[in-house]
């Protein structure tokens, strides 16, 4: 069963803060990786992708656990624009749906 | 400007219609994806089509149809056999190959 799992949030974390999002997943086959950014009633954005050395972008650092099929991000030093909720997609490599995305992690920085 | 459009942006239709809603894109990407969002939940696929003239059924392809004549070009009908369909719906496309989607605007579909 494919599955995607994320915590839904609100984490409400004050600006400047370091904050983490995990997200697991099901299916051990799975190679493709991708964090997206969602703003309120807008289409998702990609934001990075995740690959097994990790990534970083500036304040946003991403790692994959093949082990426990987790992924993470971790966003340094929140600014307030940072407030979105956070995709969690991966590969789907059965079924006849390419990606399998989550239901998000909401965060609000707040000032 | 390279991108995905979609149209209209806000959408609404009596009960038992078929509408249509466009996507457009300029990307030379070869597939292209529709999905649905309802409030709380995460994207659903309802078809995809990776060539001109091809295209697959996703995980609620129910009360659907779409077509692909041209690579730029992925036109989503909802029927009247929809059960539910107001909702977001969302296409996005991606080059042959690469696992990354980019998204279009969104039509935010409501059925009266």
């Known amino acids: 069963r494919k599955e995607v799992e994320q915590d839904p949030g609100p984490f409400n974390v004050p600006e400047g803060a370091t904050v983490a999002f995990n997200c697991t997943y099901s299916n051990s086959a799975s190679q493709s990786f991708f964090w997206y950014r969602q703003d309120c009633r807008k289409e998702p954005k990609l934001l990075m992708s995740?690959?097994?050395s990790g990534n970083e972008d500036g304040r946003f650092t991403a790692q994959l656990n093949r082990a426990s099929q987790y992924i993470s991000l971790l966003i340094r030093d929140s600014k307030l624009s940072d407030s979105a909720t956070y995709l969690c997609?991966?590969?789907?490599?059965?079924?006849?749906?390419?990606?399998?995305f989550g239901k998000g992690t909401r965060l609000s920085v707040i000032a | 400007d390279g991108g995905i459009t979609q149209s209209p942006k806000y959408l609404f239709r009596k009960e038992g219609q078929n509408v249509t809603l466009s996507c457009e894109q300029n990307?030379?990407?070869?597939?292209m994806y529709w999905y649905r969002q309802d409030p709380g939940q995460g994207l659903r696929l309802i078809y995809y089509s990776q060539i001109v003239n091809d295209f697959q059924k996703g995980d609620i392809a129910e009360g659907y149809s779409v077509s692909r004549e041209k690579k730029e070009s992925f036109p989503l009908t909802v029927t009247s056999a929809q059960k539910n369909p107001t909702a977001f719906y969302l296409c996005?496309?991606?080059?042959?190959?690469?696992?990354?989607?980019?998204f279009g605007p969104g039509t935010r579909l409501t059925v009266l």
């Open positions: 990307l030379n990407h070869d597939a």
């Open positions: 997609v991966v590969n789907n490599l059965e079924g006849n749906t390419p990606l399998v």
């Open positions: 996005a496309s991606s080059m042959m190959g690469a696992d990354e989607q980019f």
């Open positions: 995740v690959y097994s």
